[in-house]
Each structure stands twice: as structure tokens, then as C-alpha cells.
């Protein structure tokens, strides 16, 4: 994992714009692009629009995809769609373990009733403005924002501000 | 994982001071689940945390677009299986009056950089408590 700080705003930006407006023929166009960020972007953004009909397409690129990281979010699309088991199956025993954690990620988010893909799609559609990256600083009031705990319920920082001292720690799955 | 493991390492300190720890993931809530409930790595062989059923001793939050990581400005700053979908370790600690006192990244500058990163937030919490 590599850190980079340049440009982080536009990427936040652009990828909202992506996920939330798109249109999904340019989007199911986007899985044969020849640029691999292209295929993977488009993978990713028609999972978390509930594009059921690009299952199969997506199905056929965790398959054969030479990218792993178009593998990775074509599998994970899977999982939000909830289709095409045997893909996400043969995902698993993928030849990089990348796109394997990612697979055995989909097959839990396939299991059960929950459609975590509902739950991205509303986070996007939020949206974000540009004034409002980056606006946490030390020594001005915290940002209050909303997410849900693991068990699933709303939080919101502001219900918690002015009460305790608070930690807040930004994490990386494995860090 | 390291600073989870050494927060939950000084849980007695944290609760002592009557702070509360977050913990944002800008991932969706499956993941954000298995973050918190697995103890992935630690519970394969003998330590402190072998019978832990939570390692992650703070509540886990899911922030699937990455929106509170944004306002934040740590997101989309990682680079993972070339995708843009991992926050930039950082902490953030903020007072009683809801003022943020203190941030800072991980140094990742050695083999324990975690116990010092973990000493230098709970003595945060400290004067953010007064």
C-alpha cells in the first residue's frame, strides 16, 4: 500500500461524480475499455448502481480479466449485486491473493439478507462538495459527520461531541 | 492492525480517562464487521489477545463513500490492488468542547512504531480531558 497526497481531491471528487451520475451504458461500455483503470472504475460503479444486467460481463472479467485489480472490483461488484456465486466461488482460488480476500468478502456479503450495496449507494448519493474536503483542523471545532457502526446502527459524531475526549482513528483494513 | 492491538493493549487506560474511541473505515459495513469481529491475525498464535473475541477495542464505523474520510482529508490517498479505496492512517483526537486538539499519522518508521503512536494519543486524551 502506497501513500499519495497529490491530487486526493480530485479522485474523491471524480469518483463521486462516477458512482452517483454515470450514465450506465457508458459505464457497461467502460468493462471492455482498453485502460485497465477504465474496466475497474466501471466495474466498481456498476455494483454499487445495482446493475444486475452486468453480472454476466462482470462474471466474464473475474474470469479472465489479465488485471487483477479489475478482477478484484469486478468480484466485489458480485458481491454487492449478489449474483453469479460460482464467479465469486472461482474468485477465491484466484492466482492473486488480492482479488481472493476480495471474493471471500463477496461471498459473505452474498449470504443473508442484507443489501450492502443499498447501503454504498446512499452513502454516495450524499455527495460532496469541494469546499468541504479537507476541513478538519486542530484547533477548530470537528467536523460532525454520519456513518454506521458494524452492528449496523446510525451514528453521528455530533450526538457524542462536547461530552468526552474522543479518538478518532482513519484506518486502513490493515493498519 | 498494530495500533488496534496496542490501544486494546491499554483499554484499562482509555476507560480511565472516560474517552471514547472511533474507528472509520471508508469501507462498507461487511467489511467494516469483519474488521471489528474477527481478530484476523493475532488470534492464530499465543498472546495477550489470543482469546479476544474483539481486537479492535474502539467502535468500528462503515464510511463506504469515504464521505467523513474526505472531510477529514484522509481518503483516497492509499493506493491498494491499484483502486483508490483506502483511508490514509490518521489520528485525530478532540477535546471535551468538541475542538479537535491533535492529528496525526502513523510513522510506520519501525518494528513497535505503534507503542509510542499509542502513548502519545492516550497523553492527548489526557489534556483533552481537562
Given at each position: 500500500m502506497k501513500n499519495f497526497n497529490k491530487g486526493w481531491k480530485e479522485r474523491t471528487l471524480v469518483e463521486f461524480e462516477i458512482v452517483n451520475s454515470a450514465n450506465l451504458g457508458a459505464l457497461r461500455a467502460g468493462l471492455k475499455d482498453r485502460n485497465p483503470f477504465v474496466r475497474s472504475i466501471a466495474a466498481r460503479a456498476l455494483g454499487i448502481r445495482a446493475d444486475k444486467p452486468s453480472a454476466e460481463a462482470l462474471a466474464e472479467l473475474v474470469k479472465a480479466d489479465p488485471e487483477y485489480m479489475v478482477r478484484a472490483r469486478a468480484v466485489e461488484s458480485l458481491g454487492l449485486l449478489k449474483k453469479k456465486p460460482e464467479a465469486i466461488e472461482l474468485a477465491k482460488k484466484d492466482r492473486n491473493s488480492g482479488v481472493q480476500w476480495v471474493a471471500r468478502m463477496?461471498?459473505?456479503?452474498?449470504?443473508?439478507?442484507?443489501?450492502?450495496?443499498?447501503?454504498?449507494?446512499?452513502?454516495?448519493?450524499?455527495?460532496?462538495?469541494?469546499?468541504?474536503?479537507?476541513?478538519?483542523?486542530?484547533?477548530?471545532?470537528?467536523?460532525?459527520?454520519?456513518?454506521?457502526?458494524?452492528?449496523?446502527?446510525?451514528?453521528?459524531?455530533?450526538?457524542?461531541?462536547?461530552?468526552?475526549?474522543?479518538?478518532?482513528?482513519?484506518?486502513?483494513?490493515?493498519? | 492492525m498494530h495500533e488496534q492491538a496496542q490501544l486494546r493493549f491499554k483499554k484499562d487506560k482509555v476507560e480511565k480517562l472516560g474517552a471514547e474511541v472511533y474507528v472509520v473505515l471508508a469501507m462498507d459495513l461487511y467489511r467494516t464487521k469483519v474488521f471489528k469481529e474477527q481478530n484476523l491475525v493475532l488470534s492464530t498464535f499465543k498472546n495477550p489477545f489470543t482469546k479476544e473475541k474483539n481486537l479492535v477495542f474502539g467502535t468500528a464505523l462503515s464510511d463506504p463513500a469515504g464521505y467523513a474520510s474526505a472531510l477529514y482529508g484522509v481518503s483516497r490517498r492509499c493506493l491498494r490492488g491499484l483502486a483508490w479505496v483506502e483511508n490514509s492512517p490518521c489520528w485525530f483526537v478532540i477535546n471535551r468542547k468538541g475542538t479537535l486538539t491533535y492529528a496525526s499519522h502513523p510513522t510506520f518508521s519501525g518494528p513497535t512504531f505503534y507503542v509510542k503512536d499509542i502513548d502519545i494519543i492516550l497523553e492527548e486524551l489526557r489534556k483533552a480531558a481537562r
Open positions: 463477496a461471498a459473505g456479503q452474498i449470504q443473508g439478507d442484507t443489501d450492502y450495496g443499498a447501503l454504498v449507494r446512499k452513502a454516495y448519493a450524499a455527495g460532496i462538495k469541494r469546499d468541504n474536503l479537507g476541513v478538519a483542523k486542530v484547533g477548530k471545532p470537528a467536523p460532525d459527520f454520519a456513518a454506521l457502526t458494524s452492528d449496523g446502527k446510525p451514528f453521528r459524531l455530533s450526538t457524542v461531541l462536547g461530552k468526552k475526549p474522543i479518538a478518532v482513528y482513519f484506518a486502513a483494513f490493515d493498519g | -
